[in-house]
């Protein structure tokens, strides 16, 4: 099956109503869910970040084009997961203990939910005890989000609690990280923004992009 | 190596070292820039044009020659040598006091009556008759106007060494709440008692002087807080605070500021800081902390909880003002962590409680501050909106400074323009992104999402490619190099209009969901109150179409301009303002938005211009044919 092209720029415009309108008629008609997310929609996410990483569209565009996404995506996903597909892999994502900040650390998700990740979301205020029971429950990388000065040290914390835990990826962003504080704490990847993110997360994981 | 620098018709000439910044050189040559972020290129404020020679840039080698002048932050920038460098200092990159520093506050009090009072000690013509002690002679004259007086340990000992004086002959207090806090004894004639008004910003201190027995303003004068190189936020100002001795450190760096403001307030007044008796601080939370050296740490974290909201009386000589030592200071009572005094003061200048209805303050800074009464529940709310409406952080942002387009109209195939000071443009300030937005909008030449069409605007000689971080940007030029100040193009970039969509739309959705909580909508509103100084020059139409405001009848918008510092006024001559303070601590009801559901939606649904329901704004959009009318922007009057 070739792209939908009609889905695809709906996604990429960031028009919802037309994404949930197109994904009800396709279905209607017998079309595959995983195709019409494989083919179409990570693509056309796939598309909008790389886009943004040129800075030919900002987060505003972005935001909007991920939460037609998922619009989508909450249609496919009971379908998917009665078909049995399987998604590239499963990531959890939390603002640490301290931090309220959402909106960042959603978009990051919805980006990588697009890219066809599960994604686990643990909201905000996490702290170690969540983020293990996520890992438990099969994380392979635990993403960390904090947007205040004050509350980036609890990055430490975590990173410092997964040390040694092997193949558990630890990942961080948000507006005070930077690549040096990464390094310092022992992450093993940054995300600069969320078009970042996900290229980050494949390249931790050794996932082709 | 030899760096010429330019500003006005002037140059002077500088030896500069190797891999000095641009920033660095200016100060050299006495013309110190706004580096409002400490020098690290995230503010956009200090903003040179490279006229000619080579420098080098955060990722980037640069050339300019006369005919190629390139604007640069002066903090990114470095001179090689080989080459004459030559650049020139925009007036409004200069770190200078701005005239539209905002120290005008559009409400004046009805009465004025100095909380400060004093009364005249009379001595027992029998030196052996009651009162038995010094102090009970002070207080029975001050008891002859208040219920109830109160003496620490300053004033009695000032008191004891007063009545030793011949020449004092008045005992002076303040009243709080019908009772006298007891200040000193001074001699009647020793020079008017005067108050000052403090409102601490983040980035700005702004202050006012003024003669407590008549009210009147004797002089304002506002500058950058010295704490910027300490962090550009509140949240970067509590990690320093947070360092060994950083609270003390940021505690001497505003002092160091509020103390030359003194200084200048009273050469420009002719009057000694001596008589400045009362003191009244106002400003966020976090700042108000520092001011009193109060660790701020609470603040940063869940459950951002502050350490005091009523601040203690306190004496000027325990912070080291530069006022009368024994001068009382007071804070105006924070409503939470993230909303401080600044709104206590904006509310109750407002008289917002005393307003029937419902009724919304919208305190536009680089945070938006929401409350929201309606006659029962003060909720009220902080809102990251960033620094764009402040001109900060965008290509041609700049404070609202002479030179700095303030106000747009699209003519069809260019932008029409007003600059502050009538001057040749510079750059734009907050109100001119907004007017930009709402006409590039309603001409169908940027679309709901902020993208610009650039063939329409490339048509018409508008259209211009910007290059940021090696790739190429949209923009549209507002002003062309031949009539800009500078000789470069003022412009607004694709990413600029990114940025302010992020600003209205935190603001758009705190306002909303904050009404969603009290289960109404804007329709319900018998008004909004609008303060900060970005709100005084709005375009309040324009404000509505882009979205950063809800739908609502013009006369519905009460514009207050400086609130806080009108609030921190009020603090000097109304008496009845600490109740009024202390009322609103009662009723307010501190919202985290970031807990509330319905917010990121409301957000992301702000993003779009006007809005993702733009039913929401139909009236306004149905009206757009016919030509806009504007109210001619009010006089401003200030507090006497």
């Known amino acids: 099956m070739a792209r939908h092209e009609a889905l695809y720029a709906a996604i990429a415009g960031g028009n919802k109503g037309a994404v949930e309108t197109i994904l009800q008629q396709e279905l209607a008609t017998g079309r595959s869910p995983a195709e019409l997310l494989t083919e179409t929609m990570i693509p056309a996410m796939r598309d909008v970040g790389e886009r943004y990483s040129r800075k030919e569209i900002f987060i505003p565009q972005m935001m909007i084009a991920a939460r037609a996404m998922d619009a989508g995506l909450r249609i496919l996903e ?37 890219a066809g990740f599960h994604v686990i979301d643990l909201g ?33 914390t975590v990173a410092d609690h997964f040390r040694g835990e092997k193949g558990v990826k630890i990942i961080i962003g948000g507006a005070p990280i930077t690549q040096e504080y990464a390094d310092e704490i022992g992450a093993h990847g940054y995300g600069e923004d969320a078009g970042a993110a996900v290229r980050v997360v494949e390249r931790c994981l050794g996932l082709a992009g | 190596m030899i760096v010429t620098v330019r500003l006005g018709g002037e140059r002077r000439e500088v030896v500069a070292d190797p891999g000095e910044t641009l920033d660095r050189i200016a100060a050299r040559a006495d013309w110190p820039l706004n580096t409002v972020c400490g020098g690290r290129g995230r503010c956009g404020r200090c903003a040179v044009v490279l006229q000619s020679g080579h420098f080098r840039g955060r990722n980037a080698e640069l050339t300019a020659e006369p005919s190629h002048p390139r ?92 009545l030793g004086r011949p020449d004092a002959s008045d005992v002076w207090w303040i009243e709080r709440d019908g009772r006298a806090f007891a200040g000193g004894a001074r001699a009647a004639t020793a020079g008017q008692p005067l108050g000052l008004a403090v409102d601490i910003g983040t980035t700005t201190v702004v202050t006012a002087l003024v003669e407590l027995a008549s009210g009147r303003q004797l002089a304002n004068a506002s500058d950058y807080n010295a704490q910027l190189s300490r962090g550009a936020d509140v949240a970067s100002r509590i990690t320093a605070a947070e360092t060994p001795g950083g609270v003390a450190e940021l505690q001497r760096l505003v002092r160091g500021t509020i103390n030359e403001l003194i200084q200048r307030l009273c050469v420009s007044a002719g009057r000694s800081a001596d008589d400045i008796l009362h003191v009244v601080i106002t400003g ?45 200071v007071e804070a105006v009572p924070s409503l939470s962590g993230h909303i401080g005094g600044d709104l206590t003061a904006d509310a109750t200048v407002a008289g917002l409680l005393q307003r029937r209805g419902r ?63 009538g001057a040749r443009p510079a750059g734009l300030c907050g109100s001119a992104v907004v007017d ?41 030029v507002i002003a062309p190099s031949e009539a800009s100040a500078h000789g470069v193009p003022v412009i607004l970039s694709e990413a600029d209009i990114a940025e ?8 758009h959705a705190g306002i909303m969901t904050l009404l969603h909580l009290a289960g109404c909508g804007p329709a319900d509103l018998d008004g909004l109150i609008l303060a900060g100084g970005f709100g005084r020059h709005l375009h309040l139409r324009n404000a509505m179409r882009i979205g950063l405001l809800p739908e609502l009848p013009l006369e519905c918008i009460e514009v207050i301009g400086n609130g806080a510092l009108g609030g921190a006024l009020q603090g000097l001559g109304d008496p009845a303002a600490p109740a009024e303070w202390d009322r609103l601590l009662r009723v307010a009801e501190p919202i985290e938005l970031n807990l509330c559901d319905k917010f990121e939606t409301e957000f992301v ?36």
């Open chain 1, 78 to 114: 009971p379908l998917l997961a009665k078909s049995g597909h399987e998604p590239r892999a499963t990531i959890c994502i939390g603002t640490v203990k301290g931090d309220l900040h959402d909106i960042g650390k959603n978009l990051v998700a919805m980006m990588l939910k697009g």
């Open chain 1, 124 to 156: 905000t205020n996490v702290d170690v005890t969540k983020f293990e029971k996520a890992v438990h429950d099969g994380a392979q990388a635990v993403l960390m989000s904090a947007l205040l000065t004050t509350t980036m040290p609890y990055m430490k």
């Open chain 2, 71 to 162: 604007r640069a932050l002066a903090c990114q920038m470095t001179p090689l040598e080989g080459t004459p460098c030559e650049f020139e200092i925009p007036a409004s990159s200069r770190r200078i006091e701005s005239g539209r520093m905002v120290a005008d506050c559009a409400i004046s009090l009805r009465v004025w009556k100095s909380r400060l009072q004093r009364a005249p000690l009379r001595r027992p013509a029998d030196p052996l008759g009651s009162p038995t002690s010094d102090v009970e002679l002070a207080r029975d004259a001050i008891l002859q106007y208040a219920d109830d007086v109160e003496f620490g340990i300053e004033a009695v000992s000032e008191i004891a060494m007063g």
């Open chain 2, 284 to 328: 966020n939370t976090v700042m108000q902390h520092l001011a009193l050296g109060l660790p701020p740490h609470g603040i940063g974290r869940i459950p951002f909880r502050p350490v005091v909201r009523r601040y203690p009386l306190l004496r000027a000589e325990r912070l080291g003002l530069a006022v009368g030592p024994l001068a009382w």
């Open chain 2, 359 to 421: 009724w919304l303050l919208v305190d536009i800074g680089t945070n938006g501050e929401i409350l929201f009464w309606d006659g029962h529940h003060l909720r009220c709310t902080a809102t990251a909106a960033g620094p764009a409406f402040e001109g900060a952080g965008l290509s041609c942002g700049m404070r609202a400074d002479e030179g700095a387009v303030e106000r747009l109209r699209w003519r069809g195939d260019h932008f029409e323009y007003e600059t502050i000071g």
């Open chain 2, 436 to 476: 930009a937005l709402a006409e590039l909008a309603q001409a169908g030449l940027m679309d709901s999402t902020g993208r610009l069409d650039t063939a329409a605007l490339d048509r018409r000689g508008a259209a211009v490619v910007i290059r940021q971080a090696g790739h190429p940007v949209h923009a549209v």
């Open chain 2, 500 to 507: 302010a969509l992020k600003a209205k739309a935190a603001i």
């Open chain 2, 605 to 640: 649904d702000s993003l779009l211009v006007p809005h993702a329901d733009p039913t929401r704004f139909a009236r306004l959009l149905a009206s757009d044919s016919a030509p806009p009318t504007q109210r001619p922007p009010s006089t401003s009057r200030h507090i006497v």
